[in-house]
């Protein structure tokens, strides 16, 4: 998908998330005063190109629920509970691309269906490509950046506590951000 790549290939390419150089970060307002932010270990999917046109790309991601991780084991197992993911009756959290839209040289907005808790919503993803070249082992490879805001209730995620000063416990509102490395799969 990179620029290289737009210009020059025809066909199908396939391209998978390389698990090891891939982020998936959140953060939240706590006690409306500072951000959380965690992260998912557990990531896999692919991306599908036609003939090297990035707004082709069909892009499918599986994110592990029980890979969160915020540096608290406590909270952790908590965000884990029916309260937060559910994560015993929802294993996964899922995207699956609906559209891609140019929005600049190497930026998209990917628009796509975003499943928390069995709970699917449209959701809109700020997609910038950071490169792409042959690593030493012959394997072509491409870098993203993608950013996104949700509301958490709009996906089934309710739980908070009021505070006696006012406010809550917890925002609403979830910052996402991907860092994203793609290697394309061998014809």
Known sequence: MSTTTQTTERGTAVWTIDPTHTHAEFGVRHLMISTVKGH???????VIVEDGDATTAQVDVTIGVASIDT??????????????????RFPALT?????????????????????????????????????????PW????????????INRKDFGLNWNQALETGGVLVSDDVRISLEVELVRASD
């Open 40 to 46: 998912f270990s557990d990531v896999a999917g692919t």
């Open 71 to 88: 540096r608290v084991e406590q909270r952790d197992q908590h965000l884990r509970s029916p309260d937060f993911f559910d994560a015993a």
């Open 95 to 135: 995207f699956r691309s609906t559209s891609v839209e140019r929005a600049g040289e190497d930026r998209y907005r990917v628009l796509g269906d975003l499943t928390i808790r069995d709970v699917t919503r449209p959701v809109t993803l700020d997609v910038e490509g950071t490169g792409g070249l042959r690593d």
């Open 138 to 149: 012959g394997n072509e490879r491409a870098g993203y950046t993608a950013t996104a805001r």
